[in-house]
């Protein structure tokens, strides 16, 4: 909930060059968030036809916007790699920097710090090309880095869960 909401509303801003507040406050991601921790916090459940729906466009939008994501790698420049790699492999290094910081300055041990340093290196997520292309900000470069991120994940999250096992 909290990437959510940092990402449709602090992450809109910086991709936008604006003050969204409007946008921010009309977005249905931001109330979504709310409505689902009230229901966690108030210990209510939708009904099981509410449920299902929701699940069921929930589902539906990864499938889309992996469709989207196909469409512009096909049209990925080569020109664009060499930036896409090396921005792919700074995420995942910063990621794992301020994962690892925020262990320490929270003095979180065992599993979280486990969660909180995995979490912090997962790749490129799909909906960062998704702002990329609503903005009109380098949506080819960050296509790249979404698919690259993901291939390293194969080689550095094994990596990543044996360091966390023996620490």
């Known amino acids: 909930m909290i990437f959510s909401l940092l990402h449709f509303s602090l992450g809109v801003a910086i991709l936008s060059g604006r003050s969204v507040l409007k946008q921010t406050i009309t977005n249905p991601i931001i109330y979504s968030v709310i409505a689902a921790a009230a229901m966690v916090f108030g210990d209510f459940q939708l009904p099981y036809w509410a449920s299902k729906s929701v699940k069921l466009l929930g589902d539906f939008t990864i499938p889309m916007m992996l469709l989207t994501l196909g469409v512009s790698l096909a049209t990925l420049k080569v020109e664009y790699v060499r930036k896409s790699v090396l921005l792919a492999v700074l995420r995942l290094a910063l990621g794992l920097l301020v994962g690892w910081g925020v262990c ?64």
């Open 104 to 167: 320490e300055v929270f003095d979180l041990e065992g599993v979280m710090r486990g969660v909180v340093i995995l979490q912090a290196t997962m790749p490129v997520a799909v909906f960062n090309y998704m702002f990329a292309m609503q903005y009109n900000r380098q949506p080819q470069v960050i296509a790249g880095m979404v698919v690259i991120s993901t291939l390293l994940s194969f080689i550095t999250l094994p990596w990543l869960l044996n360091w966390l096992v023996e620490i």
